[in-house]
């Protein structure tokens, strides 16, 4: 009897362990898509410990698996390291694109940062993108998207002061925002001031000038942008300078982070953005520079677009109430919408200008999400906000994760996680946009900033909300 009963511990032991390894063990059955480790452009330790852990922690085993392709993408293909003028630079490609655009490039390593201190190659990696991304403003901060070298492009012909180190000249206000906020987290997670030369605040003092030309007070401006295109989505109206707005304090931006033309020249999501950013830059104009007088200029054009945002692009809606605009012009004509890109309406609170239970945020939330939102798209397959710049009826994941990145509510983002589980089409990667009733109709087979974004998303949920990761979707 006792050996009986050692036999029956032993086999209810090993199907314990059966029955903790299954996620484990399916998630293997699952195809190899990520690239082989020795053709990795980068890799960081503590980077495969996170995916490690949280293939052992997500019991999903299609999540697992997405979560171990998705979140190392941006180090595995599109990082290019180098010693330029002896300090480190990164050149960061979106993916199926080889340009490095200065938002995605930054929300591209974003996910990366908490783990720099573990890593000084990854610290130094990442240090190289602010390095790469100064130097860039200082060739042209109307600029969007840049070449790795001097070897032009597609794009030469447009119709603005398009240089060779240029891959698109496209006036884009989050671009630069996003330049801010990546060296501002970077100084707040590692206390590292070396980045942070002469060079990169002289970058930062020509990031202001167009933000303050902009504001069209005294006329356009020098920048202007028309292309020839059949798309009317890639060019701006009004011989390259927009429609007519009449000056409320706010910044004027030609292009949206989708890279479509404006309707409306004061985007709302992108002035939001610029208030937050511009406060980050005071701050470290100050405590790094020893800046007050640029401190103090970046604080007012921060109040100054802050108080114009409330002034003019908050309207009063039919069914939400008060809620923010999508664009609006000062001659009080408003667009109202939200795109899936971000800035976006719906990000507001992950960029850190309102927070989640601010109440016009959540009268914005709730119209954004709902089918009075023109670009917001119910299908077989999912439900989520879209944009004109692929079309109607296509979803961006991107938007679906970025709601789920902005509730509380467990079950709505128990509702994302699914919808994004059966979307990616089998490929184990997000898409930049997938059609509302067939998946399988996608575009860009490959967008890094959409996979480190997922990843961003299924470690904030661990974090904050452990037992979503413990079902099956």
């Known amino acids: 009897m006792k050996n009986k009963g050692t036999i029956l511990t032993r086999l209810a032991f090993m199907l314990l362990m059966i029955l903790i390894l299954i996620p484990a063990a399916s998630a293997l059955n699952f195809p190899r898509v990520r690239v082989e480790e020795s053709k990795r452009n980068f890799s960081s330790p503590p ?64 996910p990366y940062m908490p783990y720099m201190k573990q890593d000084p190659d990854l610290q130094q990696l990442i240090a190289g993108v602010i390095h790469r991304q100064a ?19 597609e794009f030469m012909s447009d119709n603005t002061n398009m240089r060779s180190e240029l891959h698109e000249r496209k006036w884009e206000v989050d671009g630069l925002c996003y330049v801010i906020r990546l060296g501002f987290h970077y100084w707040k997670l590692t206390g590292d001031r070396a980045c942070f030369d002469n060079e990169w605040f002289d970058a930062m003092k020509v990031i202001v000038k167009p933000f303050k ?41 030609a292009f949206r982070p989708s890279d479509d033309a404006t309707t409306f020249g004061f985007l709302v999501p992108s002035n939001a953005f610029a208030v937050v950013s511009l406060r980050q830059l005071a701050e470290m104009s100050l405590t790094l520079k020893q800046d007050p007088a640029f401190a103090s200029e970046c604080n007012s054009l921060a109040d100054e677009v802050d108080a114009a945002i409330h002034k003019y692009a908050v309207v009063n809606h039919p069914n939400y109430g008060k809620i ?13 919408m939200d795109d899936s890109n971000v800035p976006s309406l719906l990000s507001l609170p992950y960029l850190g200008y309102v927070a989640q239970d601010n109440e016009i945020y959540r009268n914005t939330r709730q119209f954004a999400l709902s089918e009075d939102n023109p670009y917001f798209y119910k299908g077989k397959a999912a439900e989520g906000i879209g944009g004109p710049h692929v079309g109607q009826d296509m979803i961006w994941p991107m938007a679906i994760i970025m709601r789920a990145m902005t509730t509380n509510d467990t079950r709505e983002i128990e509702s994302c996680l699914r919808m994004l589980k059966y979307t990616h089409a089998g490929t184990g990667f997000m898409h930049e946009t997938f059609n509302k009733d067939n998946p399988a109709v996608f575009t860009r087979s490959w967008f890094a900033w959409a996979n480190t974004l997922f990843g961003e998303l299924l470690i904030k949920i661990e974090k904050e909300h452990p037992e979503l990761l413990d079902k099956i979707y």
């Not at 403003?137 to 492009?153: H, Q, R, S, T, W």
């Not at 202007?224 to 707005?245: C, H, L, V, W």
Request: aromatic share 14%; proline share 5%.
């Open 324 to 336: 923010f605009a999508f664009e609006v012009d000062g001659y009080g004509n408003y667009l109202m």
């Open 135 to 153: 130097a860039s403003v200082l060739i042209d901060p109307y600029a969007n998207a840049f070449n790795f070298g001097k070897e032009g492009g």
């Open 213 to 253: 030309e902009q504001q069209r007070k005294t006329g356009h401006g020098p920048y202007s942008f028309m292309r020839r295109t059949e798309n009317a989505s890639d060019t701006q109206f009004g011989k390259g300078y927009g429609n007519p707005i009449r000056p409320t304090g706010m910044i004027c931006s």
């Open 47 to 110: 980077i495969e410990k996170v995916i490690a852990h949280m293939q052992k922690t997500i019991k999903d085993p299609e999540l697992a698996w997405m979560f171990g392709n998705c979140y190392p993408n941006t180090l595995d293909r599109t990082v290019t390291f180098s010693i330029k003028d002896g300090k480190p630079s990164t050149f960061v490609i979106t993916g199926d694109i080889y340009a490095m655009w200065l938002r995605d490039c930054s929300a591209q390593v974003w």
